[in-house]
């Protein structure tokens, strides 16, 4: 096979050795007998605009990017689609024949496919959403459950002039809450997501009190290391449903590899094994 047909992709971050994308991606590789790898990239945030202008260099069709790169490598992107630019993130970048790097976020699409993979009849209509963080991904969160549906997305972060800005930048149905009212934010809620790294490995868990959230509520953890976050346990000794991270990093990974490499994979039962073998 010519060495032109080697695709290279790759996942960039800092710190990177957690990330279970390499697998995912290799699983698809293999499972559809392209000729290719995705590798991991440790990239400090002081070398970003570098790595990303050396992508074409190395030879790379792309890349994903995740913490701390979502929002700081706009700047260096060449063009973003409409649904990056609403969100203001990016996590999936192309190579153009140019050099000129594409970029587009498929967070929002793996969110919501996860939610639904897990909950066939969740609705984001149902209530109220309660969204804690103001990150890239919590962006990619908020438009997502604004785009499917949701009349009302109670937005909180440590720094509360950070959810105030999203907020403001998102207008309806978003609204901002001081983190000190994260706790009664939750009375009457119908989803809860947690986009902040409170709560991942090496990280303190996310203090939360869940009294005032209704037994019915779905509870979401984007966090998949670990795969069961404090608060996701709490959350099942209420007896509230729950959605690890999992499933988002799965399904977001989807529309990446079929930018790549051409084919649009599944989520398949053998890869959930593989992928939960890890941990």
């Known amino acids: ?9 790759g996942v960039m971050g800092w710190p990177i050795a957690h990330s279970r ?17 995705y590798v991991p990239l440790a ?8 790595a990303l202008a050396g992508l074409k260099a190395l030879g790379f069709a792309g890349c994903n990017l995740t913490l701390p790169h979502k929002i700081e490598a706009l700047p260096w992107v060449d063009e973003l689609e409409a649904v990056a630019q609403r969100i203001g993130a990016v996590n999936t970048l192309s190579v153009k ?16 496919q996860s939610l639904r993979e897990a909950h066939s009849q969740w609705q984001a209509n149902a209530g109220p959403a309660v ?34 800005a999203m907020a403001d930048e998102f207008g309806l149905p978003v609204k901002a809450f001081a983190w000190s009212q994260r706790h009664s934010a939750l009375d009457g809620a119908s989803l809860l ?38 608060l996701l346990k709490r959350a099942a000794d209420k007896g509230n ?8 990093l799965l399904h977001q990974a989807r529309p990446a590899f079929a930018a790549w490499f051409g084919v649009m ?3 398949t039962p053998a890869l959930w094994r593989k992928v939960l073998a890890t941990f």
């Open 97 to 112: 024949a140019d050099g000129r790097l594409h970029g587009t976020n498929t967070d929002a699409f793996g969110f919501i």
């Open 131 to 164: 969204v804690l963080g103001a990150g890239g991904a919590a962006r990619a969160v908020v438009w997502a459950l604004a785009d499917a549906g949701a009349k009302e997305i109670r937005l909180l972060n440590r720094s509360s002039d950070k959810a105030q």
């Open 1 to 9: 096979m010519a060495a032109s047909s080697f695709i290279l992709a």
């Open 193 to 230: 997501v947690n986009t902040t790294t409170q709560g991942m490995q090496g990280q303190p868990a996310l203090e939360l009190h869940l009294d005032d959230l209704p037994a019915h509520a779905l509870v979401s953890d984007i966090v998949y290391t670990p795969l069961q976050t404090d």
């Open 43 to 50: 990239v400090n945030p002081a070398h970003l605009p570098q």
């Open 265 to 267: 994979p599944e989520v």
């Open 21 to 37: 994308s390499p697998l995912i991606h290799s699983h698809w590789i293999d499972e559809h007998g392209l000729h290719g790898a």
């Open 241 to 248: 449903p729950t959605v690890n991270g999992l499933g988002m």
